[in-house]
């Protein structure tokens, strides 16, 4: 099974700010990633699947990209709404969520 | 717009088996552009895949969990449900159920809200 792993796993930033996230596989998993938000006391939210496409309804601020073995999300101005936890997600038959990185206020 | 609650005991004893049923409104089960999940949260932890199921019943199971957990579907009620046996208090955690999206390549488009599950004498 594929071992996911996300870096950092904390950062810290301040709002206008541009912000990547660096999700590593284990192995080649193509474009067979996604990308949630997840805030205290709410389930994780879908922003980006297919490693690149944005769900609907999601801010144009994020983006991702990256296929195979390393992928990134990146926020190009960090709102308020923005603070929160992140994770990656693989998908090969079997599912593994990588450990999550956590952006909170500078 | 399809909408999935989870519902079930909020508290079990250890070494007895957790049941949670998920309740899907707005769409079918019986689908072959989905998967039906679940997924688990420990207080303060990352995410952790359990199981998914198929509308054929065919299964994949996280291998860490799969001697003790199964799902299975009840198209009657457009319900599926989880049952992990022998639990432990490593098993209290925030049990989500989710739809996966093959169109998505694997990506959980529809979650749950979630229902905390204490193991606990």
């Known amino acids: 099974d594929i071992q996911m792993t996300q870096s950092p796993s904390t950062l810290s930033a301040s709002v206008g700010d541009r912000v990547t996230i660096t999700c590593r596989a284990s192995?080649?998993?193509?474009?067979?990633l996604a990308w949630y938000q997840q805030k205290p006391g709410n389930a994780p939210k879908l922003l980006i699947y297919?490693?690149?496409t944005l769900e609907s309804g999601v801010p144009s601020r994020f983006s991702g990209s990256g296929s195979g073995t390393e992928f990134t999300l990146t926020i190009t101005s960090l709102q308020p709404d923005d603070f929160a936890t992140y994770y990656c997600q693989g998908y090969n038959t079997f599912i593994t969520f990588g450990p999550g990185t956590k952006v909170d206020i500078k | 717009q399809v909408q999935v609650q989870e519902s079930g005991p909020g508290l079990v004893k250890p070494s007895q088996t957790l049941s949670l049923t998920c309740s899907v409104s707005g769409g079918s089960i019986n689908s072959a552009d989905h998967y039906w999940s679940w997924i688990r949260q420990p207080p303060g932890k990352g995410l952790e895949w359990i199981e998914y199921i198929f509308y054929s019943g065919t299964t994949y199971s996280n291998p860490s969990l799969k001697s003790r957990v199964s799902t299975s579907l009840d198209m009657s009620k457009n319900q599926f449900s989880l049952k992990l046996s022998s639990v432990t208090a490593a098993d209290t955690a925030i049990y989500y159920c989710?739809?996966?999206?093959?169109?998505?390549?694997?990506?959980?488009?529809?979650w749950g809200q979630g229902t905390m599950v204490t193991v606990s004498s």
């Open positions: 192995q080649s998993i193509s474009n067979w």
């Open positions: 297919k490693a690149s």
């Open positions: 989710a739809r996966i999206s093959r169109t998505f390549r694997g990506a959980f488009d529809v």
